[in-house]
């Protein structure tokens, strides 16, 4: 079996979510005041903010999701990775010291502090909440997955568990509590990342002597799941699949490697002969047919480009550039998500900010190079689902014992709760401060501020559960590509001419905000992903040319921008704002 609920899985795994909510309540009393509860009084020191923005960055896309790209389709799982680190540059050297100088402690306030203008400030808030709810979905499909194997739940009650975990962390202290369970989750992933793929090199690589049949798996009209024609009994009763067939000639007297150093176990993989697993589906009147078949590759081919991303190899102009549109996405995007640009306001002053970004950066890139070995060392573990890419480093964990099984999914779902806190914290800021306050003109005491903060953080934590459930057969890396896109799009052309272009009006960045915003979503909506994998039509009926927005519509932001700018009356000039302060 895949799955086996072990009780001692169970007591470690609740020992880890318990600790991190009773940690929540502990210091709840340190979030009372609006400035307490939404920037943890600027107090945060810089290396635990660097830290914690490790934490809030390395969410289940990158932890489950990456991996899992890896271990399905080889090198191209990893330039998830880069792009993801790539994008820190934009943060360290453009956005990190100038965002904090502008002394607010929401994007909004950021972006509308030389205007004082209800539009950007309504259009801002409206980008913040839909740039979360679309990161906040791949959060909750990963907890989801985690929950079933672990406690033999279905993945309506992981998401569920998650989320109400989730929403008692941001209501009981907001920005303090939310940032300590960022600090711990993203010290503890790190490190025990380090320990499992010590374990890999440790193992080496060793030839699979098992069963490579095909399997079927089918869902008839009333909802009985069959496995290869027989009823299903526990929820995963696919056999799992992902080995070496045989190792380099070297090896010929061996079945094992041994242990191996980093750079030889990725040049004995190279060299071996690895099966992998792809899948066909049919439908008929007995129901939907899945069959998950073996396919022989060499381990060169799966270190080199081409394997997920087509446009790589296929030579379609619409390949490239829907591959081109996601690197620029996830390059740009870092420095445009709200729960990321808040982390800035946490800390004292600007130095603090940009020490803030290099610890997060270390942190994150040595996290990144470890999950190229996490990937590839799913992949010939003879562990892998074939459903769910998602679970790849969990089941990897299980291969070497239950507790380390336990540990690894433990940590993963506290990395959920942590970033899924800082979505939550950005997203009820937007409401609470910039849509009821600053939009709405609802005059507001500081109790009532942070009363419609947790109101707030309780509705995104509802809309939150309902899409993990709805999109629960998306690879969470591919989920969060989407979040990225959208964010790149709305945000980042206003902040960066807000910060570097004098002639910057507040139409313009009220205008490039909501046209990036509508104009990625909308294509993500009308896209050839979409179509196949939310509303089951044929790919074909997409009109947009290639998936991913980033490469039409960030351009397209700035460019709105800089023309509205242009038409529109300059801004009346201030004295430069040089708080590092927030106030209310």
Same mark, same amino acid.
């Given at each position: 079996?895949?799955?086996?609920?072990?009780?001692?899985?169970?007591?470690?795994?609740? =020992?880890?979510?318990?600790?991190?909510?009773?940690?929540?309540?502990?210091?709840?009393?340190?979030?009372?005041?609006?400035?307490?509860?939404?920037?943890?009084?600027?107090?945060?020191?810089?290396?635990?903010? /660097?830290?914690?923005?490790?934490?809030?960055?390395?969410?289940?896309?990158?932890?489950?999701?990456?991996? /899992?790209?890896?271990?399905?389709?080889?090198?191209?799982?990893?330039?998830?990775?880069?792009?993801?680190?790539?994008?820190?540059?934009?943060?360290?050297?453009?956005?990190?010291?100038?965002?904090?100088?502008?002394? +607010?402690?929401?994007?909004?306030?950021?972006?509308?502090?030389?205007?004082?203008?209800?539009?950007?400030?309504?259009?801002?808030?409206?980008?913040?909440? !839909?740039?979360?709810?679309?990161?906040?979905?791949?959060?909750?499909?990963?907890?989801?997955?985690?929950?079933?194997?672990?406690?033999?739940?279905?993945?309506?009650?992981?998401?569920?568990?998650?989320?109400?975990?989730?929403?008692?962390?941001?209501?009981?202290?907001?920005?303090? %509590?939310?940032?300590?369970?960022?600090?711990?989750?993203?010290?503890?992933?790190?490190?025990?990342?380090?320990?499992?793929?010590?374990?890999?090199?440790?193992?080496?690589? !060793?030839?699979?002597?098992?069963?490579?049949?095909?399997?079927?798996?089918?869902?008839?009209?009333?909802?009985?799941?069959?496995?290869?024609?027989?009823?299903?009994?526990?929820?995963?009763?696919?056999?799992? !699949?992902?080995?070496?067939?045989?190792?380099?000639?070297?090896?010929?007297?061996?079945?094992?490697?041994?242990?191996?150093?980093?750079?030889?176990?990725?040049?004995?993989?190279?060299?071996?002969?690895?099966?992998?697993?792809?899948?066909? +589906?049919? #439908?008929?009147?007995?129901?939907?047919?899945?069959?998950?078949?073996? !396919?022989?590759?060499?381990?060169?081919?799966?270190? +080199?480009?081409?394997?997920?991303?087509?446009?790589?190899?296929?030579?379609?102009?619409?390949?490239?550039?829907?591959?081109? %549109?996601?690197?620029?996405?996830?390059?740009?995007?870092?420095? =445009?998500?709200?729960?990321?640009?808040?982390?800035?306001?946490?800390?004292?002053?600007?130095?603090?900010?940009?020490? %803030?970004?290099?610890?997060?950066?270390?942190?994150?890139?040595?996290?990144?190079?470890?999950?190229?070995?996490?990937?590839?060392?799913?992949?010939?573990? /003879?562990?892998?689902?074939?459903?769910?890419?998602?679970?790849?480093?969990?089941?990897? #964990?299980?291969?070497?014992?239950?507790?380390?099984?336990?540990?690894? =999914?433990?940590?993963?779902?506290?990395?959920?709760?942590?970033?899924?806190?800082?979505?939550?914290?950005?997203?009820?800021?937007?409401?609470?401060?910039?849509?009821?306050?600053?939009?709405?003109?609802?005059?507001?005491?500081?109790?009532?501020?942070?009363?419609?903060?947790?109101?707030?953080?309780?509705?995104?934590?509802?809309?939150?559960?309902?899409l993990g459930i709805v999109f629960r057969n998306f690879n969470v890396s591919f989920l969060v590509g989407w979040a990225f896109n959208i964010a790149a799009s709305a945000n980042l052309p206003a902040l960066v001419m807000l910060l570097f272009w004098r002639r910057t009006t507040k139409q313009g960045i009220t205008a490039a905000v909501t046209l990036g915003m509508l104009s990625s979503l909308a294509w993500i909506l009308l896209s050839a992903d979409t179509f196949e994998k939310v509303y089951g039509w044929s790919r074909e009926a997409s009109i947009v040319p290639f998936s991913q927005p980033g490469l039409v519509t960030i351009p397209l932001g700035f460019l709105v921008l800089i023309v509205v700018s242009l038409f529109t009356p300059p801004p009346a000039e201030k004295p430069a704002?040089? =708080?590092?302060?927030?106030?209310?």
């Amino acid at each position: 079996m895949l799955y086996e609920t072990s009780p001692a899985a169970v007591a470690i795994f609740a =020992s880890f979510v318990l600790s991190v909510i009773g940690l929540s309540f502990f210091l709840g009393r340190k979030g009372q005041s609006a400035k307490g509860y939404y920037a943890a009084h600027g107090e945060i020191h810089w290396f635990v903010n /660097g830290i914690a923005f490790a934490g809030d960055y390395l969410s289940a896309a990158s932890f489950l999701g990456i991996c /899992g790209m890896v271990a399905f389709y080889g090198y191209d799982g990893f330039l998830y990775s880069i792009g993801f680190l790539a994008g820190w540059v934009v943060a360290l050297f453009v956005i990190a010291e100038p965002i904090k100088a502008l002394g +607010k402690f929401t994007f909004a306030d950021a972006l509308d502090s030389k205007f004082n203008s209800r539009g950007i400030k309504l259009a801002v808030a409206t980008s913040t909440l !839909v740039v979360s709810i679309f990161y906040l979905i791949p959060q909750m499909v990963g907890a989801g997955d985690l929950i079933t194997p672990l406690l033999g739940l279905p993945h309506a009650a992981g998401v569920i568990l998650v989320g109400v975990a989730v929403t008692l962390i941001v209501v009981t202290a907001g920005m303090v %509590s939310t940032t300590w369970v960022q600090f711990i989750k993203g010290s503890l992933l790190v490190f025990f990342c380090g320990v499992l793929a010590a374990m890999i090199l440790n193992r080496g690589l !060793v030839e699979n002597t098992g069963s490579l049949e095909p399997q079927v798996r089918t869902v008839r009209p009333d909802g009985t799941v069959l496995i290869d024609g027989q009823p299903q009994s526990k929820g995963h009763d696919l056999r799992p !699949v992902g080995s070496i067939k045989r190792l380099p000639e070297r090896y010929a007297e061996k079945t094992s490697t041994g242990p191996l150093r980093p750079l030889e176990y990725l040049s004995v993989l190279e060299d071996s002969t690895i099966v992998t697993w792809s899948s066909k +589906k049919h #439908a008929d009147a007995e129901g939907v047919h899945t069959t998950y078949f073996p !396919v022989e590759r060499q381990g060169a081919d799966l270190l +080199k480009p081409g394997g997920y991303f087509k446009g790589l190899t296929t030579g379609k102009l619409a390949d490239k550039l829907d591959f081109v %549109s996601l690197m620029l996405a996830l390059f740009c995007g870092t420095a =445009s998500l709200p729960h990321i640009l808040i982390r800035y306001y946490t800390v004292k002053d600007q130095a603090a900010a940009r020490k %803030s970004t290099v610890v997060g950066i270390a942190v994150i890139g040595a996290f990144y190079v470890l999950t190229l070995y996490l990937g590839l060392g799913a992949m010939v573990s /003879g562990a892998l689902d074939p459903t769910s890419s998602n679970m790849a480093a969990p089941l990897l #964990a299980k291969t070497f014992s239950n507790t380390l099984f336990a540990i690894i =999914s433990a940590i993963a779902f506290t990395t959920v709760l942590g970033t899924v806190s800082g979505l939550i914290m950005a997203g009820s800021g937007a409401v609470a401060h910039d849509l009821l306050e600053n939009v709405c003109g609802i005059a507001m005491t500081d109790h009532e501020k942070v009363r419609y903060g947790k109101i707030a953080a309780v509705g995104l934590g509802i809309v939150a559960m309902a899409l993990g459930i709805v999109f629960r057969n998306f690879n969470v890396s591919f989920l969060v590509g989407w979040a990225f896109n959208i964010a790149a799009s709305a945000n980042l052309p206003a902040l960066v001419m807000l910060l570097f272009w004098r002639r910057t009006t507040k139409q313009g960045i009220t205008a490039a905000v909501t046209l990036g915003m509508l104009s990625s979503l909308a294509w993500i909506l009308l896209s050839a992903d979409t179509f196949e994998k939310v509303y089951g039509w044929s790919r074909e009926a997409s009109i947009v040319p290639f998936s991913q927005p980033g490469l039409v519509t960030i351009p397209l932001g700035f460019l709105v921008l800089i023309v509205v700018s242009l038409f529109t009356p300059p801004p009346a000039e201030k004295p430069a704002i040089v =708080s590092s302060q927030p106030t209310w």
